[in-house]
Structures are given as C-alpha cells and as structure tokens.
C-alpha cells in the first residue's frame, strides 16, 4: 500500500523524524527562553537579556527614562536605541545584494551580526551592557544555573563541558527561542484584516491608503505592508538601511562616557552602517525597523532621538522644508519652534522618498493611526 508515492512505512519514518526533530527544536526554543531571561548571566548579576528586550514593551527596553540603555555596570550605557528582538528571525543573513546594489538582513542597527546566533553572542561580551570579560565567564554562569542539566538533554551528554562549543550553545538556544512563535505571533489587527476577521475604521483606512500611496506617504517603499512572496503576513520591513537624516540626539548618555568607553565623547558621531563595512558611502545608514509593534517601541530611530510616532512622520514630511535649528534640540523643542536640526551625518541622506511630502495635518494623524493597528494582541 502506497500513499502519495511512498511507502507507508516510509511515510510513518518521515513524520517521526519530522515530529522528532519540532520536538528537538521546542526543547532548544524553552531552554533559550530561560536563558533570555536569566539575570544571574551579566557581570555583576542582576540584568538579563529580557531587562532590554522586555515582553512588555514588545521585546524593546522598558524604561523610557533615557532614549539608550544602561549597563550592568553603574553609569555605564550604549549609544543606540535598543532595538525590538520581534520579527528578527525573519532578517536574512548579512550579505551585498548585487542586483539591487545595496546590504540587506543581518542583526543590530548596523548588521555587523549576521545571524540571529551571532547576535545573541555580542551583549553577554559587551561592556557597556552585560560586561562579562570572555565566554568562559558566562559558561561558568550557565554551568551553576538550575537548568543547566537541560543542556545535556537538549544538546547531548557534555553540552557544557567545553567552553567555545557551550558558548555557541548558549548562542543556539537563545535565537531559538528567538525564532519562536511569542516573538513573532502576527496577531495585530492589521493581520486580522488581512485575514477578513476584523474592520479598519474609517481613518486607518485613509492611514493605510497613504503609507502605500507612492505620491503620499510612501511609507511601504521600505515598510512593506503586503502579504510576503509566499504568502506570508507582511513583516513592515525590507531589512535594508537607509540614513532618514536623523538629529544627534542631545540626550544621549553615551556622550558623557568615560573617555576610555568613548573617547570622542560629545563630539562621537556614529557612522552606523558605514561603521561596519568600513565605506564612507554607507555612513549614515541605519537597518530598517518593523513597524510591527511600534506603538510600544519608543523611543525611535538608532539614538532614540524621537520619543512620539507622530514626531517620527512630521519628520518624514517636512524635514527638508523647516528651516534648520540653531544647534542641537530635542524633538519637543524642535516641533515647539517650528525647526529641524541638522542631520547627525549628512552625507547620503535620503533626499528622495522623504523630507517633503506635503501631507496635511490630517494625513499625518491618518498614518499614525494606522500604525497603531500593527500592535500583536489584537482581540475582535
């Protein structure tokens, strides 16, 4: 007897093997999870991965008292927003793309990790945010940990003993749990309406019909609001990067470092993507977010500069059209007196899809109000 041109002995094997290997991948997936939210993990203890990349605040940091966060150690903080962990295992891995002649995928705002793995490595080594001196540090941490006896079952019989191999297990299980479904549920309301199970209102239309319109808000250039190639919900990003022309940000705390952690100190420009590739055409360029959430994801942009959505699209609108600050401002300053300041780096600014798109004060409400349908937890 044959199904479906196999034999069904063999068939019976495949779906073992592949209920085997979900199960494999459930178990690396919740061993990840403990590990994402272990506070015992940085040096000296008390901050995890989950302490800036909170659930509640879609995967981002929740104390919106700074627009970059804070260390394990005292007064010590990193120079960019930290951006949102949802969705990312949708990045593709790092690369040039030849045909389009430009970078795409990768992990952090300027893709210098190219895998989810590589990712979850960096903050337990960075000293700006969990301070460990080497991986060693962070095994011996793991190794005292009450699950770590999972490692054998997960990885096999002396997962930890050796440190390079249980680093990298370390790494696999966080962007396990990483690639699973609580950071990537696609349960907003937009999703919904994709899948005719719920009504926009008469504004998030309007909203929607303007960040799509390429004479309008043409936010989908780079936000892609459709379902995907194969079907998919749409993930609200086309993982490229780009340099919007963003202010430095005055409140950054990173610029009043020690000058052994940053020695330009309030003169530090950060050249983003140019940074890593080491190409003075790349300067400026910063990863695309998802929109995905975005609501509970302030502040915005790589240094936080933007604490409101509705600042980050009047931006969008008339950058190119206010005249230019005296000196630095915050974005409440800036909208109080009618001013943008200048871009942080301004070579490689996009001129071109952004800056002066004539919206109406209504059309900028419009689009952040349908912004706020992209919110995971939608309930009809």
């Known amino acids: 007897m044959k199904r479906g041109g196999f034999a069904l ?26 590990l994402f939210f272990d506070p015992m993990l940085s040096q ?54 030849q045909a389009e002649q430009h970078y795409v995928g990768g992990q952090f705002w300027d893709g210098r990790a190219a895998t989810l793995e590589q ?16 991986p060693r540090a962070v095994v011996e941490k793991v190794r005292r940990a009450p699950y770590a006896a999972q490692f054998d079952e997960v990885f096999g019989p002396g997962a930890l003993a050796e440190v390079d191999p249980a680093f990298e297990r370390i790494a696999a299980a966080i962007a ?64 490229t990067y780009d340099n ?17 952690l940053n020695p330009q100190g309030a003169k530090f420009v950060d050249k983003g993507l140019g940074g890593f590739v080491g190409k003075r055409g790349e300067d400026g360029k910063f990863k695309v977010p998802t929109l995905r959430n975005i609501e509970r994801s302030a502040p915005y942009m790589h240094n936080g500069y933007f ?10 609108n008339d950058r190119d ?4 600050c005296k000196g630095d401002a915050t974005e409440a300053v800036a909208l109080k007196r009618g001013c943008w300041p200048r871009p942080e780096l301004a070579r490689n600014v996009n001129r071109e899809e952004l800056g ?4 109406s004060e209504q059309e900028v409400d419009d689009i952040v109000a349908f912004m706020l349908t992209l919110n995971d937890g939608y309930a009809p």
């Open 244 to 260: 919007l022309g963003v202010p430095r940000n005055p409140e950054n705390p990173f610029y009043a470092l020690d000058r052994s």
């Open 119 to 134: 990712q979850a490595k960096a903050p337990l080594l960075d000293v700006l945010e969990m301070a460990n001196p080497d």
């Open 307 to 316: 604490r409101t959505l509705r600042g980050v699209v009047a931006f969008y």
């Open 9 to 34: 002995p063999a068939l019976l094997l495949c779906t073992a093997l592949a209920a085997s290997a979900g199960a494999a991948d459930l178990r690396q997936a919740q061993l990840g999870r403990l």
């Open 176 to 239: 396990a749990f990483e690639r699973s479904p609580e950071l990537s549920p696609f349960t907003s309301k937009h999703d919904a309406w994709l899948q005719g199970k719920a009504r926009l209102t008469a504004q998030e239309l309007r909203g929607l019909r303007l960040f799509n319109d390429e004479k309008k808000g043409n936010c989908a250039a780079c936000h892609p609001s459709q379902r995907r190639p194969d079907g998919g919900l749409p993930l609200f990003t086309d993982f």
């Open 321 to 324: 059209v206010r005249p230019a």
């Open 356 to 359: 002066r798109l004539k919206l």
């Open 44 to 97: 000296p203890a008390g901050q995890s991965c989950a302490t800036c990349h909170d659930p509640a605040a879609a995967f981002t940091d929740a104390d919106r008292s700074q627009p970059t966060s804070k260390g394990a150690l005292p007064r010590r903080f990193g120079s960019r927003n930290t951006p949102t962990a949802m969705y990312m295992a949708f990045s593709p891995a790092f690369r040039f793309d």
